[in-house]
């Protein structure tokens, strides 16, 4: 955990701005520890899913804009282009039956990146949100690699641009790695690096919109410590990549311990305020919870009224 999370966030990263050299760093180390689990690569160009950005002004502002294509990117201005990926492995389902559906897990790895021009820490290395999560994508790989191999194929991936709209998410699922109409389910995951007493502390994590499907019973069942969300005014089943897969009908949701800390989009998100021993824990329970959904032969379903309109995301 700390060596994982401890590269993750640290100042050499840059803090993990979505299409920076800081990011790129983060992706190349990503993707190299999933070839040393042995993960299969499922991007473009290796474990690397190219994703088409570029600056463009709205509204007065210039910012990140997902393109509609990678040729489209080379026809913006050289000065405008950037360059962001998606990591994405997959681990190939084993059973005759099952093989053929698939079991998306995945954690945004981008940040906030270095705001210049601010008194005192410049870097925002983003330990909790989301290299956290990004840890416990690494470690169910590796896991599931390490065998006995999944029943249904998991595709494992670190998605780039969610602090900028779902950047990477959207692109994946125009271009996913296994076709979109074999998912059957999505788990994010998503700042687990500090226990939450609401959902009873170290080692406990919560699932956004848990009463909407059976995901969270099949948890449930099996005695894994992941309970509901219990701050639904603030909507978290909408705040994260989980949101845009289940717009489109997959049953998708995000595991957490987020506990509304002060410390959440600051410089001081940093290696130093994880707690190792709760996070090592929940990390557990999402390996735990990811062979769940990879080898339970029932399907999971929406309860009635549980699943979510889609929304234009342009």
Request: proline share 6%; hydrophobic share 40%.
């Amino acid at each position: 955990m700390r060596r994982l999370l401890g590269a993750l966030a640290d100042d050499s990263m840059e803090g993990r701005g979505t299409a920076t050299p800081g990011s790129a760093r983060a992706a190349t180390f990503i993707a190299a520890e999933l070839a040393r689990y042995g993960v299969q690569p499922a991007g473009d160009s290796g474990f690397f899913q190219r994703v088409p950005v570029a600056f463009m002004s709205q509204n007065g502002r210039r910012r990140l804009t997902l393109l509609s294509s990678l040729a489209a990117r080379d026809s913006v201005p050289a000065a405008d282009r950037a360059n962001s990926v998606n990591v994405v492995g997959v681990i190939p389902g084993s059973d005759p039956v099952l093989r053929d559906q698939v079991v998306l897990v995945d954690a945004h790895y981008d940040h906030l990146g270095m705001q210049h021009g601010q008194a005192g820490d410049s870097i925002y290395n983003g330990a909790d949100d989301d290299a956290s999560g990004v840890v416990a994508v690494m470690e169910i790989a590796r896991s599931l690699a390490a065998g006995p191999p999944p029943k249904r194929t998991v595709v494992v991936a670190a998605t780039t641009g969610e602090e900028v709209g779902l950047l990477g998410t959207r692109w994946y699922l125009q271009h996913p790695a296994r076709p979109l109409d074999a998912m059957v389910a999505n788990l994010e995951i998503e700042m687990i690096g500090r226990p939450d007493s609401l959902a009873g502390g170290p080692g406990r994590g919560w699932l956004t919109g848990f009463e909407r499907s059976t995901m969270g019973d099949l948890f449930t069942k099996a005695g894994l410590p992941i309970v509901a969300d219990k701050r639904l005014d603030q909507q978290f089943f909408m705040r994260s990549d989980n949101i845009a897969f289940a717009e489109r009908g997959i049953v998708a949701h995000t595991l957490s311990s987020y506990n509304m800390h002060n410390d959440y989009h600051e410089p001081s998100d940093d290696v130093g305020h994880i707690d190792f021993a709760h996070m090592t824990r929940l990390v557990d329970v999402a390996v735990r919870a990811a062979r769940l959904l990879a080898d339970t032969p029932t399907k999971l379903q929406w309860k009635p009224g549980g699943q979510p309109s889609p929304r234009n995301r342009e």
